[in-house]
């Protein structure tokens, strides 16, 4: 729910400021990083790239000297952040402001004082009670831990020091219009489900959020209870060692014992995936859920922290990194305490990346069009760390067109300035522009010339992926601190990563969902129909709209989801689920009554209601879904090349992406509604011909189209 009370909104096309809507398109630049000799003139190139916003942090460890003091420019001129936004403001530039505490930037320990970093009562701890640290350049450093009541007391000691110099600048009577908390909350990359957090304050809340769950010791009793193991057969019991028969039995005591003796003062998370049936599920998916739910609170203690302080009455946002799906952060959740949540984007151009923006920009894009909120690229990467493989000036390009074109609506040119640590933005540190300037230029200046911030991608097929198939391959990740975003940011899902254990179900449990959406993914692109993926919570809101709903589980499926998508059938919807037919809740609990999968079919519809883990009955079920429902399609030939299209207020198509992520040059066909197409880049003009469009493509390359 946003929280603005200072004439700041954020709505569909970006903010609106003062009734003016003002497009969310920014870019990046560290003051603290640059002579303030230069400020004028690096503001000055930023603006002639097309942009109206700048982008900042305001880092911690570089503006405190000392426990509880602070230079905000009275001796170091390039601290003088006051000055910094006043000449924005007197530039014409909005800014976004992010005052962490976390804020990376490739600063050594984020940005954190390393007083904070080094204070035991601050540091996230391992089940074995160590501090957990991240293997960084220059040097490693133990984590801060989300939930220590030391470090937010910390947090808002800072930002009560920072009101003072920021509150001025605040919109209406400053150019502040948007305030990010924290960045990239993945639990400091540190982010594995048994990495940390064992951090004693971390466990009272753990502690709190099962009491607020199950209300009672008996609720909690029967979700952890475990089945109890049948006695041996005679013929095994004759032949069992006495000793182990013995060890066998003291086993079943204890394990009964300690079912009985649960309670939440005393319970303990835990430490490693050791479940060998369904039934022993529930704790260690609670433990993911807790994860989840401590990155919600510790984000609502530092907006909280940041309005108290006096930085108020302007919408907030945050921002989740790559592999976002692999962590835990739920933009559900998040969207809680935050009004904002955005996605950050640095990738190669390839056909595997073209697939990852596919696949978190149109979750993004959809969560946002049903909010009523921008898509945001709080993170469009221009460039890159030294220590970090090189991203060529291709490679940004094709990855914010490529974004663009799945949904994306908005972005933060990061960085837009170079500086200390960072090689190929568009403008160098004494603001003078690159070659690569010109191509966000170009950019600009057809974002503007479509209103692309006003047109919309129709997606009628959604993928669902529950958030219990997400925390199943979380604790069931099988490569211990190299953590599943590592995964996910090389396109690697549960199949490569994850365990392969049936826990006597008879198949590897998170395996198969996701090859499920895979082959889904593939046949559905080979024939060009829009498709957007759906994470977050089971009462997530972009189900709506949808024409088919494909659901994969595993055999765990929420009541929650479950009455979700039977709403969706009756009112048309055609309902795909599988692999597996759900036999069991989200928490995989049995359940007290089977689900009636027809009621996920309407009685005109023929397509099964159930689908396996088969890539050609994925490929027959798109066939008939596109006869049965008329979805549209923008299939290209040849293979390996993509179209999406993007549509005004009155359906009338306005702008076409063709994208080839591959190596080859390649004349693309494509049949769309329209006479002749001009690239809004390089203005080369094409002509329809019977219908469709011939476009030559060169390799890892998107053309934006304005139809006529």
């Known amino acids: 729910m946003e929280r603005s009370s200072r004439g700041v909104r954020l709505v569909p096309g970006g903010l609106d400021i003062g009734g003016k809507l003002v497009p969310l398109y920014a870019g990046s630049l560290h003051y603290w990083r640059l002579d303030p000799t230069d400020w004028r003139a690096c503001l000055e190139a930023t603006r002639a790239l097309g942009l109206h916003l700048i982008d900042i942090y305001v880092p911690w460890a570089v503006h405190e000297t000392g426990p509880g003091q602070f230079d905000f420019g009275e001796t170091d001129a390039r601290r003088d952040v006051g000055a910094f936004l006043r000449l924005a403001h007197a530039l014409g530039f909005y800014v976004i402001v992010r005052p962490g505490p976390h804020i990376n930037a490739e600063l050594t320990c984020f940005g954190i004082p390393e007083r904070i970093i080094w204070d035991p009562s601050c540091q996230a701890r391992s089940s074995r009670n160590n501090p957990v640290v991240l293997p960084m350049l220059p040097y490693g450093f133990p984590v801060p831990s989300y939930a220590s009541n030391a470090f937010h007391d910390e947090v808002a000691r800072y930002f009560h020091a920072l009101a003072p110099v920021l509150r001025p600048h605040l919109y209406p009577d400053g150019p502040v219009v948007l305030l990010q908390v924290d960045n990239e909350g993945a639990l400091y990359f540190r982010d594995g489900a048994y990495d940390q957090d064992y951090h004693p304050d971390a466990i009272a809340l753990y502690r709190d959020f099962l009491r607020e769950k199950y209300r009672t010791i008996e609720a909690l009793q029967r979700a ?70 401590l990155l919600e609170v510790a984000m609502g203690r530092f907006a909280k922290a940041l309005s108290d302080a006096g930085i108020d009455g302007l919408p907030t946002m945050h921002n989740f990194p790559m592999g976002q799906e692999a962590t835990p952060l739920n933009a559900a959740r998040i969207s809680r305490v935050v009004d904002l949540v955005g996605l950050d984007y640095y990738s190669i151009a390839s056909p595997s990346s073209r697939e990852i923006i596919a696949r978190r920009t149109t979750e993004l894009a959809v ?159 080979a024939r060009g129909v829009p498709y957007a993926h759906v994470g977050g919570e089971d009462c997530d809101v972009s189900l709506e709209g949808a024409r088919w709903i494909i659901c994969a589980t595993s055999g765990g499926l929420s009541p929650a989801l479950f009455e979700r998508l039977e709403a969706a059938a009756a009112r048309g919807t055609l309902i795909t689920i599988g692999p597996r037919e759900p036999t069991f809740d ?76 591959g190596d080859g040059d390649v004349v693309a066909r494509v049949t769309v509604r329209a006479a002749r197409a001009t690239d809004l880049l390089d203005d080369t003009r094409f002509e329809a011909r019977r219908g469709a469009l011939e476009v030559r493509l060169t390799p890892r390359t998107v053309r934006m189209l304005a139809l006529e």
Request: aromatic letters at 10%; one cysteine or more; hydrophobic letters at 45%.
């Open 224 to 293: 952890y209870a475990k089945k109890a193991e049948p006695p041996p057969d005679d013929a095994a019991a004759a032949g069992e060692d006495p000793a182990a028969a013995l060890l066998r039995a003291v086993s079943r005591e204890r394990a009964a014992s300690a079912e009985g003796d649960l309670r939440f003062a005393t319970i303990e998370p835990p430490g490693a995936f050791d479940a060998e049936t369904p039934a022993e599920l529930a704790r260690h998916l609670d433990w993911s859920e807790f994860h989840e739910h």
């Open 367 to 525: 969560r946002c069009d049903a909010l009523g909120l921008p898509p945001f690229a709080c993170e469009m990467g221009a460039g890159f760390p030294p220590f970090f493989p090189a991203l060529e000036e291709r490679d940004s390009a094709f990855v914010v067109m490529a974004a663009l074109a799945y949904g994306l609506r908005g972005y933060n040119i990061y960085m837009a300035v170079e500086r200390d640590r960072w090689i190929g933005a568009p403008i160098d540190p004494r603001g003078r522009p690159r070659p690569f300037a010109a191509f966000w230029r170009k950019l600009s200046a057809a974002l503007e010339a479509t209103q692309l911030h006003t047109l919309r991608r129709a997606v009628p097929v959604r993928i669902v992926t529950p958030r219990t198939e997400r925390r199943l391959a979380r604790v069931m990740h099988a490569f211990g601190p190299v953590t599943g975003a590592a995964f996910a940011v090389m396109n690697l899902g549960a199949r490569d990563r994850c365990f392969e254990d049936d826990l006597g179900l008879g198949y590897p449990l998170a395996v198969e969902p996701d090859t499920f959406v895979r082959a889904f993914e593939e046949a559905l692109d």
């Open 586 to 661: 989200g928490a995989f609990r049995p359940l007290a009554a089977p689900y009636d999968l027809s009621r996920l079919r309407a009685p005109d519809q023929q397509l099964p209601a159930l689908l396996q883990d088969d890539p050609a009955a994925a490929d027959a079920a798109v066939s008939r879904a596109i006869d049965a429902l008329g979805l549209p399609a923008f299939a290209c030939d040849p293979d390996g090349v993509f179209a999406t299209l993007h549509e005004d207020a009155s359906g009338a198509p306005r702008v076409l992406f063709l994208l080839n992520p």
